[in-house]
């Protein structure tokens, strides 16, 4: 029986990992998108696609995605505790757009021009 639920468990996150690459692959077909990140809680990075980035690697990216999202949700919690940040969009001077979108296991962000 253990083995059948350790079967299942894989085959679960077999096919989420699969989603979660079908789903990068999508959105970094949009025009303008530079990079797709799809992280777990701890910021490590799951799926990716980015083009070229001249200035940050993917996983300096996933650092400060992480930080970014830890800064905001300390700040909405310190407005209500019981509060939670569901989506984060940043714009820069330049038209850049930072897109950081928390799920219950994993992080997905999006950085376009």
Do not use: C, W
């Not at 019981?82 to 038209?95: A, P």
């Amino acid at each position: 029986m253990a083995e059948a639920g350790a079967t299942k468990a894989k085959e679960t996150a077999s096919a989420n990992l699969q989603e979660l690459q079908e789903t990068v692959s999508r959105l970094s077909s949009h025009t303008g998108v530079e990079a797709v990140l799809i992280l777990n809680r701890d910021g490590d990075i799951i799926a990716e696609s980015t083009k070229a980035q001249e200035n940050m690697s993917s996983t300096d990216a996933a650092t400060m995605v992480s930080k970014l999202l830890k800064l905001a949700t300390s700040y909405v919690q310190s407005l209500s505790a019981e509060d939670e940040v569901s989506f984060l969009q940043m714009r820069t001077e330049n038209g850049r757009e930072l897109y950081i979108a928390p799920h219950e296991g994993y992080v997905l962000a999006l950085a376009r021009r």
